[in-house]
């Protein structure tokens, strides 16, 4: 066993670039050059790999922090005793055939190619040293003959096997002539186009002149190369980029432009339609994605959040006004927070209130519960609440339903699964009792109290916290006459359930004391009118009042 201090490698003289991900954790045992962070400076983005085999130690980094060339970024123990890498190893791997930026030196096949008088020149765009790489696709044509074109702008995004890189412009000026299409292939030399360029001033003197490098990563001189990449680039200088065409978090392939461009405006790039070959995202379907929820937003189409431009709550100093502590809030309450605020804002509630009378099913629980503990069951309201709600989502399978997210589809479910809020030391969880409708009072009790247990002991698996169809939230062992639930979308909505009371009912003759429910039904309004949650509530009220309904 040895231990060995992970660095960055070399930049190539970029300086201070993000650390975007992080890709392992402590503990885990990864390969020699598995990818253990990804940097990112302006252009480029590239993994740092594993020296060598091993298993993390520490990663002395976190998303976000800036990092230079030798900066230690954790430690790998290594199976045996591994000598220092040499320099040149710890170099980033090429990820997926990654192919170098142009050297920002001037190269000698470079060629300037001055064409017409004093005021302006023209340069030839030529295909920069791909390191190697042979034969890579033209993926993208980003301009056209006529277009103003500033210096390091992408002109060309081309693509090896897994790994794509714009080829920008090496100087300010006017496309005169693109010389490939999308789907040629090229090799570092080849002539893409023509710019024209004002002969006076900071005129680039390379075809191949890099793009803004000040930030960007840069290859060492012999890269080391996994199995998919390209052979390393031969070229001496050290200023090549290294491009990563996979982005972070999901498997989407995007050239650095498209990438940079999703993270200005804030875009998460897997949600993008790719249209490009391989199922790359391109700037036009960023621009595309845009345009559709901007129109989306503008239209006021559900499934959309956000954006409905609610003022921030001001920050206010409460201790001017009396002592107090501050809590740090649990992770369940947070969830539930954001969650509650999401639902509150996109959901349009409505809530429609009933008591039902359960004074004969009182008198039946109550005469079972001595053979209900013998089983080892407590029954309570809750399992025939769990059981009459299932029969009325079953009897109006209008009202079991959710609305899709693409806001122009109804979903309709032919599973009857119920959650059921649970009060816990930590916050609120909804366990998900599933086949409510196939399950007797014993079971339903038994699971009920089962699910209820679990969330106190935070023991609930994230799969028994999914798919419900519609929630309970019993408030009657606590209190109160009545309360609005808020829908825990996508479910189609929510009953709260208040204390019970005795009440004075007329029976046409006379007032009789009754045992009323006090029941509140929230239902997500874009997905059910209120004809559906009336027949629902209609249906479930009179379950609750009779339920021996239950058995037809
Ligand atoms: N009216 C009067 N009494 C009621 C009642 C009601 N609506 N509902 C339950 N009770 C009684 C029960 O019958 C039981 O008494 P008995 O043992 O004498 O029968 C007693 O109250 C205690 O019940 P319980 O709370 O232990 O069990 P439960 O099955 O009624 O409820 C659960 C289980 C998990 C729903 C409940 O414990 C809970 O956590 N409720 C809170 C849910 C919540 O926080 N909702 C708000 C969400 S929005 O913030």
């Not at 300010?172 to 090229?186: F, H, R």
């Not at 052979?231 to 972070?248: I, M, S, Y």
């Not at 804030?266 to 993008?272: D, E, P, R, S, Y």
């Not at 408030?475 to 019970?500: D, Q, R």
């Amino acid at each position: 066993m040895a231990k060995q201090v992970i660095k960055v490698p070399d930049l190539g003289g970029a300086d201070q670039v993000d650390v975007i991900e992080i890709s392992v954790a402590v503990g885990d045992i990864v390969a020699q050059e598995d990818s253990l962070i990804v940097v990112e400076g302006d252009k480029a983005s590239m993994d740092v790999p594993a020296p060598v085999a091993g298993k993390i130690l520490s990663i002395t980094v976190k998303e976000g922090d800036k990092v230079s060339e030798g900066d230690e970024i954790g430690e790998i123990e290594t199976e045996t005793a591994v000598e220092a890498e040499p320099e040149s190893s710890q170099a980033p791997v090429q990820d997926s055939q990654s192919i170098p930026e142009p050297a920002a030196e001037p190269q000698a096949e470079a060629k300037v190619k001055p064409k017409g008088g004093a005021e302006s020149k023209e340069e030839a765009i030529q295909v920069p040293d791909l390191g190697g790489a042979d034969a890579v696709d033209v993926i993208e044509i980003s301009v056209q003959p006529g277009d103003t074109v500033a210096e390091g702008d992408s002109l060309i995004v081309v693509e090896g096997d897994k790994a794509s890189m714009d080829i920008p412009s090496p100087s300010a000026g006017t496309v005169v002539s693109i010389a490939v299409k999308e789907g040629d292939k090229v090799s570092t030399g080849d002539a893409l186009g023509v710019l024209k360029v004002a002969a006076e001033g900071n005129v680039a003197p390379a075809a191949t002149a890099a793009p803004s490098q000040e930030s960007a990563p840069a290859a060492q001189t012999e890269p080391q190369q996994t199995p998919e990449t390209v052979e390393p680039p031969a070229v001496p200088q050290k200023d090549h980029l290294l491009e990563r065409d996979l982005t972070v978090a999901a498997q989407v392939y995007a050239g650095p432009a498209v990438r940079k461009l999703a993270r200005e405006l804030g875009v998460t790039l897997n949600k993008v339609k790719a249209s490009g070959p391989r199922n790359r995202v391109t700037k036009d379907d960023l621009h595309n994605y845009i345009r559709e929820q901007v129109k989306k937003a503008e239209s006021g189409a559900v499934g959309v959040g956000g954006g409905i431009g609610i003022a921030k709550m001001p920050d206010i100093d409460f201790s001017q006004f009396g002592p107090v502590t501050m809590e740090p809030m649990s992770k369940i309450h947070k969830i539930t927070a954001a969650n509650m605020s999401r639902n509150w804002l996109n959901v349009p509630h409505v809530t429609q209130f009933d008591d039902a009378d359960i004074t004969e099913l009182e008198d039946f629980r109550k005469s079972m519960k001595a053979e209900a503990e013998k089983r080892g069951v407590r029954l309570t309201p809750v399992p025939f609440l769990l059981k009459a709600v299932a029969a009325a989502l079953r009897a109006e399978p209008s009202f079991n339903v959710s609305l899709h997210n693409d806001g122009e589809q109804i979903v309709h479910k032919d599973y009857v699964h119920v959650g059921m809020a649970v009060d816990t030391p930590k916050g609120l969880m909804v366990p998900v009792i599933r086949d409510v409708d196939k399950k007797g009072l014993y079971e339903l009790a038994a699971e009920a109290a089962e699910m209820a247990l679990k969330a106190r002991d935070g023991k609930l698996k994230p799969n028994e916290m999914q798919g419900a169809c519609f929630t309970i939230s019993s408030l009657g062992a606590i209190g109160g006459s009545g309360f609005t639930p808020i829908v825990n979308s996508p479910e189609v909505g929510i009953l709260g359930v208040s204390k019970l009371a005795v009440k004075p009912v007329w029976n046409g003759k006379d007032f009789a004391p009754r045992q009323m429910l006090p029941l509140a039904l929230s239902y997500d309004h874009r997905a059910v009118n209120g004809g559906d949650a009336g027949r629902f509530m209609t249906y479930l009220v009179s379950v609750l009042a009779d339920v021996r309904r239950l058995l037809l």
